[in-house]
């Protein structure tokens, strides 16, 4: 009996919300927009809050940085998504360093995240970089295996903005472009600076990375 009910009432729910879909006016990305510009800061600020805090959780900052870039537009959502990624990275950081033992516990089972750690031995802003510029690799459990690792605060901050950075902007430019008022043209040439610099950076962090080769003994 209790099984039955559990399953009417979540058909119940299902009903409902597609009620809700089908009858309710659902706003349009334009008009999303005019009202985050009717808040004004205040909106911006409690998009940046909610950003920072829930992104500590493993929910992805994709969401969040579309939601920037229709929201807020190009340039106040790059802001916003930059100085919330930072937050939040921070924090997740913090909150490792405070865990210790019992989550580094947790986190070396998996295969990925002990390659992760491994990488992360020799520390640094570039060995961060270099990380988050791996697409599959998710922004939270990174910034745990960081702040489980030697790492400092201030180089692994450092890296963890300008390895986001690339990513960041064109995802941020891609919800700009959903309220149709951003030229193609410029949305291309946003896309086209943010693959470039992924790019560029990658290979900067890979010639930095690769070790220098050893002098030449006299006579040889």
């Known amino acids: 009996m209790a099984g ?8 119940a729910a299902v009903g409902v919300l597609t009620a809700a879909a089908l009858l309710l006016p659902i706003p349009g990305p334009a008009e999303l927009r005019a009202w985050a510009s009717g808040a004004g800061a205040a909106g911006a600020l409690v998009l940046l809050l909610a950003y920072a805090l829930l992104t500590v959780a493993p929910i992805p900052r994709t969401v969040f940085n579309l939601a920037a870039g229709l929201l807020l537009g190009e340039a106040l959502g790059i802001a916003v ?4 990624t930072a937050i939040s990275g921070c924090l997740a950081f913090l909150l490792a360093r405070a865990a210790g033992g019992d989550l580094l516990s947790r986190l070396s089972r998996g295969r990925r995240l002990r390659a992760v750690a491994e990488r992360l031995a020799d520390g640094g802003a570039l060995a961060v970089a270099s990380l988050r510029l791996i697409p599959v690799l998710p922004f939270a459990p990174l910034s745990y295996c960081c702040g489980l690792s030697p790492l400092r605060l201030r180089p692994y901050l450092t890296g963890t ?22 030229p193609p043209a410029l949305v291309g040439c946003y896309l086209a600076f943010a693959a470039l610099g992924a790019l560029g ?5 890979s010639s930095a990375q690769r070790p220098a080769p050893l002098p030449a003994r006299a006579g040889e």
């Open 4 to 11: 039955a009910r559990r399953l009417l009432g979540g058909l």
């Open 81 to 84: 998504a930059v100085v919330a």
């Open 161 to 182: 903005v300008l390895g986001s950075l690339p990513g960041t902007v064109a995802v941020v430019v891609l919800g700009d472009a959903l309220t149709g008022t951003t």
């Open 201 to 205: 950076l990658s290979r900067v962090l």
